[in-house]
């Protein structure tokens, strides 16, 4: 079935370090690969995504690769500071459910960083 | 452009009973789906909704259903409750029709089951 692995579940670094977040899709058609972002008591807020013809985006101090081959895709974020402390969640758009707007997510990153 | 919309924003029900949420979505936006956040399952899709239409659903029994308007407001019905409903229940809006898009979610609607 669908499914989307994250890891690692939680993640502590030092202010100004960078972290990884990586995930793993199973359904080989998926095309659609969103991060959000998801702060105590609120809503998931997307950050970045990426498409299934695209190896790598960038955004400031967030980047997203994919891997097709392998299907995984990773968040990368440089020069940390606290107000990234969050949960982060990754997805994916599976293809053989019809596409379209359906996203199956990972578990979630608790991401925190010390000053 | 105002964001996404639901209401109400918490919710306490008894076993049995049933409810209906809300979700107004971002201007010009015609697709809405439905997600359920819990601890133990995390982000689930409920359903989509795409001009008046349901085009795909999760794997949730049939006591969950929705409909969307004419104006893509969309809403979400749970019946007879049961105690591991209880959950935030999201649901987000996209430009995108054809392909998966960008997805903005609402700030939520806390059901707590009793």
């Known amino acids: 079935g669908e499914n989307v692995e994250q890891h690692p579940s939680t993640l502590s670094v030092q202010e100004g370090d960078s972290a990884v977040i990586k995930c793993t899709y199973s359904?080989?058609?998926?095309?659609?690969f969103p991060w959000y972002k998801q702060e105590l008591g609120k809503r998931p807020q997307l950050i970045i995504d990426i498409r299934s013809n695209v190896g790598e985006k960038k955004d400031q101090r967030i980047a997203v690769t994919l891997n097709k081959t392998a299907k995984h895709f990773s968040l990368h974020i440089t020069e940390t500071q606290p107000e990234d402390s969050a949960v982060y969640f990754c997805?994916?758009?599976?293809?053989?459910?019809?596409?379209?707007?359906?996203?199956?997510f990972g578990a979630g990153t608790r991401l925190a960083v010390h000053p | 452009k105002a964001g996404v919309t639901q209401t109400p924003r918490y919710l306490i029900k008894t076993r049995g009973q049933q409810v209906t949420l809300s979700c107004s979505p971002i201007?010009?936006?015609?697709?809405v789906s439905w997600y359920q956040q819990t601890p133990g399952q995390g982000l689930q899709f409920l359903f989509e909704y795409f001009s008046e239409t349901q085009r795909n659903k999760g794997n949730f029994p049939g006591r969950f259903s929705g409909r969307q308007f004419s104006n893509s407001r969309s809403e979400m019905n749970v019946s007879t409750l049961e105690l591991g409903d209880s959950a935030l229940y999201l649901c987000?809006?996209?430009?995108?029709?054809?392909?998966?898009?960008?997805?903005?979610f609402g700030p939520g609607t806390r059901l707590t089951v009793t």
């Open positions: 997805a994916a758009s599976p293809m053989f459910s019809g596409g379209y707007n359906k996203l199956i």
């Open positions: 987000a809006s996209s430009l995108a029709s054809g392909t998966s898009g960008q997805q903005y």
């Open positions: 201007s010009g936006h015609r697709s």
């Open positions: 359904d080989s058609a998926s095309n659609y």
